[in-house]
């Protein structure tokens, strides 16, 4: 079954930003005078918005200083942060070979949020590629279903006929709660046996793994 509809996460799905992730969040945490954070934690919340990840990591942080938290992980990855962020290998010329197939729809579901994806998509040219997006700070965040609930609403989509691709269960499980299909990549950030849980249809291990079967649906 072909689907008309392939809605991807970002990061550690289509671009490899953990690092600068981790980065930011562990120097934003030390600045906050929250203290250290442990690269396996902050890899854990990765697909979260930014509120729920940061009230994950840090649990009975103060209002206040979650918001000094947020905000010195926004400057550090904007403005300090330089570690690169490219996209895996071969995303890019897959992305454009599925977007030219007759009929074909492309998406993005993810948590980041609206400033930041469209910042991505000016600084790559790659914006183009996808008929839309939702982000975290625009709806609910993961793994809440509303942002496919939005994206098959605005592209008159049956549930049936979509598919989420993405590196953590929070991606899975909010396609398995309204019943859409679902594919996981093991190369990001969450383990084949937690992708496992959440019954994807595929579980990809490399970029051309997963483009292979997208094209072969």
Known sequence: MRFDLII???DGTLMNSVPKIVACMQAA???AEWGELEVSAIEDII???LPEAIATLCPGIAPAQAETLRQRYSHHFVHENTTPMPFFDGVEGRLARLRARP???LAVATGKSRRGLDRIFRETGSGVLFDASR??????SKPHPQMLEELLDE????VDRAVMVGDTEYDLEMARAIGMARVGVTYGVHTPARLSASE???VAHSVADLFD???GE
Do not use: H, K, S, Y
């Not at 982000?135 to 609910?140: L, P």
């Open 8 to 10: 991807f996460d970002w």
């Open 29 to 31: 945490a030390r600045e």
């Open 47 to 49: 697909g979260l918005g």
């Open 103 to 105: 009929g074909q729809r």
């Open 135 to 140: 982000t975290a700070d625009e709806t609910r």
């Open 155 to 158: 592209l008159d989509v049956g």
């Open 200 to 202: 994807p249809r595929w």
């Open 213 to 215: 079967w997208l094209e």
